[in-house]
């Protein structure tokens, strides 16, 4: 399919880096940190190669949700942020951009999060799942109340949110304890954000702001799948949920779905059943998965081609508003 639109892409900055090193292939490293820093060369080449028209960038994650410092991770925000619309201007017909916030401080995120949909022209958010907060111990949701008005701004620049993983703090799961493999993308990133997710949820702020629109990659997080049971259990023992719809309903009405590295057509099916071919949106994931690997099972998944139409541009361009 040519003129694909991809929204989970991401580029660092050389104080990033670091960030992302344990989730290199190894032996890889320099290649992963070389694409990182590359706004201007491999990635446009490895998109054209791959029918990828425009992609909406973002921070490496954590990134600034690890900086405990609110201070600092204001400035590093800001400061990705304008390195991110520097290189969006050079390639203005290939790039849009995601916001990076200093969610550590919810009125300093609202205000970067103007800014940045304001001046910068991106389109939305992007935040690495929790923030630790003062000490590198002390972690933050964003269904706590502090953050109600954050979430109106978000509403009313009527842009989408886009949760992003990260680990959990080891020290807080020790479940994982031992077993590395469990960690990262393979298992805990999932776990982690789609948690976090059903948080929001079920504090109430979409029946608050029913328009406000959320995004999780990796074909949801595993939500799609659980749901009816999450929300079956729920319903039977309910435990004073602020929340005043099933969560299946703010899942259907609040959130898209991409297949950033989740490359797998049953499980693309099982989203399109459960929220409708609407809330799919085509990503990749990159440089942590490979354009080619997206692409070319994208291109030949069996869904019909209606549907390969929605999910690989015109979902994106409806929602981002894009041409």
């Known amino acids: 399919m040519i003129g694909k639109i991809t929204l989970e892409e991401h580029f660092g900055l050389e ?3 670091r960030e992302s ?25 490895e998109m054209d190669a791959h029918g990828i028209a ?6 490496n994650a954590p990134g600034v949700q690890s900086v405990h410092d609110s201070a600092r991770a204001a400035d590093l925000a800001r400061r990705g942020n304008d390195a991110l619309a520097a290189g969006i201007a050079r390639h203005p017909d290939r790039y849009a951009g995601f916001a990076a916030l200093p969610m550590q401080d919810p009125d300093a995120a609202a205000a970067e999060l103007t800014r940045a949909v304001r001046e910068l022209g991106f389109k939305g958010a992007m935040v690495n799942g929790y923030s630790q907060v003062g000490t590198p111990d002390t972690v933050v949701y964003y269904d706590h109340p502090i953050y109600k008005p954050f979430w109106a701004t ?6 989408p ?15 994982y304890d031992g077993h590395p493999w469990l960690r990262g993308a393979s298992w805990a990133f999932g776990v982690e954000t789609a948690t976090h997710a059903l948080r929001l949820m079920a504090s109430g702020m979409f029946d ?9 990659g990796h074909l949801g997080e595993m939500l799609p799948y659980c749901i009816w049971r999450f929300d079956h259990r729920v319903g039977k023992r309910p435990r ?7 969560f299946i309903e703010y899942l259907r009405a609040n959130f898209y779905v991409t297949t950033s590295g989740n490359f797998h057509t049953p499980t693309l099916v099982d989203a399109i059943t459960e929220l409708g071919a609407d809330r799919v949106l085509f990503s990749v994931d990159y440089p942590f998965e490979e354009c080619a690997d997206a692409a070319s099972w994208f291109d030949a998944a069996e869904i019909s081609e209606a ?3 929605k999910i690989g541009r015109t979902n994106a361009a409806q929602l981002f508003r894009l041409k």
């Open 307 to 309: 549907d390969r139409l």
């Open 154 to 159: 978000v509403a009313s620049l009527n842009v």
């Open 240 to 246: 004073d949920i602020p929340a005043r719809r099933p």
């Open 54 to 59: 425009f992609a909406i960038l973002s921070l």
């Open 21 to 45: 090193a344990e989730y290199a292939v190894p032996g890889k490293l320099n290649v992963l940190e070389r694409r990182l820093l590359d706004l201007d060369d491999e990635r446009l080449r």
């Open 15 to 17: 104080e990033t880096l």
């Open 161 to 175: 949110f886009y949760l992003h993983p990260r680990d959990p703090l080891p020290a807080r799961v020790p479940i």
């Open 208 to 216: 608050t702001h029913p328009g406000l629109t959320a995004i999780l």
